[in-house]
């Protein structure tokens, strides 16, 4: 099927075939006609489907510029929030609307500037309640509603900020929910928010002759040699390393560096840092990527071949949204884990949804993983002085 048979603007189809999309996806084949139609939608697919265009397409055939806010899409995390925003703004190459992304971590001012003349919002729940707060984000006018992976923002917390959010919206809205798994609350929330919604689900997006699966057993001391060895053999175009929090990501990216191009993000940098880290991804001057999963999320990096879980995540759906950064759009890719004994718990959690492969033991070099303090030490001046001035050290040493 190509993308002029689902009916779509003559606009809206230029403006993808020259993105490259060929063929629509199974969740854009079952959702458009519907959202078309005006019905509500309920759709569950994997990361990588290609959600954005299912709901983003259909969206901006039925609004026209008018200068105030038409749709409000929520989304968990400002990686997304920049992706999908970029992703509106190639398909309304031919339509012009204004779009706006909006989240926290950068400056309000210009967010409030364009606030008063766009058409499309996509933001995050906290800085959407902010501008609404303030007074500068009118909802009145909203046709569509869209929760876009309403898992992930559901467990970093924002379900009472959605509650809050959607009692701005008009109800004579038309509402869409997307997410890649489906809990209580989600189903609550789509009974309480929707009109009779229909309900899609696609199969995984990845499928499993697409994308290999291995864990290594190794001690906790040895991960990080394996990890170098791993890297160095496999060769990746482009490869995720994920870790459990951002002081890991650090330690490991700091490491990495002695013998590789890697960078790190996580939700401690600057917006500006992070973008300009994903652009010296995206252009393939740096080839490794360690990052925490909620920086990770939203990153649309089409030539990721390797995710490395270097820590195993705590729960079975964080594993799955890890492993759909790779093998997308009928691409091959590798997911790899390196898993010490501490990890054992949370692994079995893994392997009730995931069919992983041991792999064979691997000869690599034991390499140093030095732990780097990036904190100062205090000094008490009058303690250490004995007399004879302050105590001295040295500005190029290193505190382990």
Known sequence: MKFQELGLNPQLVKAVEEIGYEEPTDIQIKTIPIIREGRDVFGQSSTGSGKTAAFGLPILEKINHQGHVQVLVLVPTRELCEQVAHEFVKFSKYKPVKILAVYGGVGIGQQIKHLSNTDIVIGTPGRILDH?????????????????????????????????????????????????????DIIHLAKNYMRNPDKIKTESYVQKGQLGQTYYNVTAGDKFSLLVHLLAREKPTVAIVFCATRKRVNLVEKNLKKYISVLAIHGGLTQSKRNSIMELVKKGEVNV???????????????????????????????????????????????????????HENFRQVLKDSDIDVAEKEDFQRLQFEVIRTDRPRFNHRRFSNNRGPARHSNNRRWR
Do not use: W
């Not at 990052?291 to 820590?311: E, L, Q, S």
């Open 132 to 184: 609404i707060d303030r007074g500068t984000l009118n909802l009145k006018n909203v046709k569509f509603l869209v929760l876009d992976e309403a898992d992930k923002m559901f467990d970093m917390g924002f379900v009472n900020d959605i509650r809050k959010i959607i009692k701005y919206v008009p109800k004579d809205r038309q509402t869409l929910l997307f997410s890649a798994t489906i809990s209580s």
């Open 289 to 343: 990527l360690v990052a925490t999963d909620v920086a990770a999320r939203g990153i649309d990096i089409r030539t990721v071949t390797h995710v490395f879980n270097y820590d195993v995540p705590k729960i079975s759906k964080d594993y799955t949204h890890r492993i759909g950064r790779t093998a997308r759009a009928g691409e091959t890719g590798k997911a790899i884990t390196l898993l010490c004994p501490e990890d």
